[in-house]
Every structure is written in C-alpha cells, then in structure tokens.
C-alpha cells in the first residue's frame, strides 16, 4: 500500500514539474496559429508593375480612372501602366522582359488572358504564357500577384453569369503565388460597373481597385 502511494505521489510530481513547459508549448502554438503576413508592406514610393491589356490600361473610363492610378493614390506607390488593350498574354509575356529590366519593380501584378479568350484560343497556351511571366517574377526574387479573368464566351454574354476562367486557380497553385479571383466576375457581372460587356467603367475600375488593395492588405504588401 506504501508503495502505491509513492508511487502515485512520483506521478503527481512529474505531471507537476511539466506544467511550466506545457504552458509554454501551449503559448507556442497559439503564436504559431495566429495569421501572419505573406510579404513584407511595401513602403510609399515603391515602385509596382501593373502588367496586362485593355483592363489594366483602363478602358472605358479615363486614364486617371484606370486600376493601376487608382491603386498610386490610396497607397503612395508608383504604380507603371503597363496595360495595352488588345494584347494576348503571348504578347504581353514577350514585353515582360524589358519593363522588369527598366522598372526594377518591388511587386508585380499580372492580369492576363482576356483577349486569348476573345479569340478562342488555345487555353493551354495561355496558361503557358502565364505561367511563364510568373517564373520569369520568381526568378529574379520578384513577389507577383496574379489577378483571374472571367472566361468570356456567349453563354456568358447571354446568361449574365460570368466566372473566372479555370487556368488561374490551377496556376497560382502550380506556381505557388497569391490569386486575386473572382473581382473582375463581380465588376463586369455588375451592368452599373461596366462600359461595355469586357470593360469596366469608372466605377467598376473602383470597385476593382477596392478588392485588391483588400488582398494586398491580406498578403502583407499594404499595411492594414
């Protein structure tokens, strides 16, 4: 009976010297599961490459009404233009090159793949041209955003019920960088966000601008 009382008394102490180093652990893991930030905030004057077409250029409304001037005004960045209407995402990859080498920029945004999908071309390919942009970000330790576009077709245009194009979801997982989706389905889905059926107006460009610097705020890129 002495024994087993000893015994039960060892236990009672090995479980109370624990408590300390239990807490600890406990507190640790509470640290571990809180969110942290993606990146690190870029400061005001940081220079960020809004790369894309006719969505990017902005459309539709003026150019002081166009996403990436919008985005220069709420976050004190310098935000380059790089939008050409009309351009598939080959085009668009082919410029890459240069405005990295000129630009040096802290961040880039790709927005790409519309026109492919106006033209009915290739998915594939366009996914490959993507991709390709941002590998070419990566490799040069470049942080890249990319932003879904809605798969325009008739149905589409007849419905009224626009959603991302697949390819962006399997390519910001494939490729390992953040994704904006879904903010141009919910501007150009909107008739008093829209210019015609593949443009926003003014206010769609502000909506837009609205969800992304949402989710650069998420990632870590603007202070929240």
Not at 26 to 43: E, F, H, I, N
Not at 174 to 190: G, I, R, T
Request: aromatic letters at 4%; proline letters at 5%.
């Amino acid at each position: 009976m002495q024994k087993t009382c000893d015994s039960a008394r060892r236990h009672s102490l090995q479980r109370l010297a624990l408590l300390p180093f239990l807490g600890l652990a406990t507190a640790g893991l509470a640290a571990c599961s809180k969110k942290s930030p993606l990146a690190t905030a870029l400061p005001a004057g940081a220079t960020v490459l809004a790369l894309g077409d006719s969505l990017t250029q902005g459309v539709g409304a003026s150019a002081d009404q166009s996403y990436p001037q919008l985005l220069a005004e709420q976050t004190g960045w310098k935000v380059v233009n790089a939008g050409i209407s009309g351009q598939t995402s080959s085009q668009i990859a082919q410029r890459l090159p240069q405005l990295l080498e000129t630009h040096h920029p802290a961040l880039v945004i790709v927005c790409a793949g519309g026109n492919d999908w106006l033209r009915r071309q290739s998915p594939q390919a366009a996914q490959a041209q993507i991709a390709s942009m941002l590998q070419q970000c990566k490799a040069q330790h470049i942080p890249v955003l990319l932003v879904a576009v809605p798969e325009f077709n008739m149905a589409a245009a007849l419905t009224g019920r626009v959603q991302d194009h697949p390819i962006y979801e399997a390519l910001a997982k494939e490729e390992q960088v953040p994704l904006l989706a879904k903010a141009w389905s919910e501007v150009l889905a909107n008739d008093a966000m829209r210019a015609d059926q593949v443009h926003a107006n003014a206010a769609g460009y502000a909506r837009f601008t609205e969800l992304l610097v949402a989710q650069l705020k998420d990632l870590g890129f603007l202070s929240a």
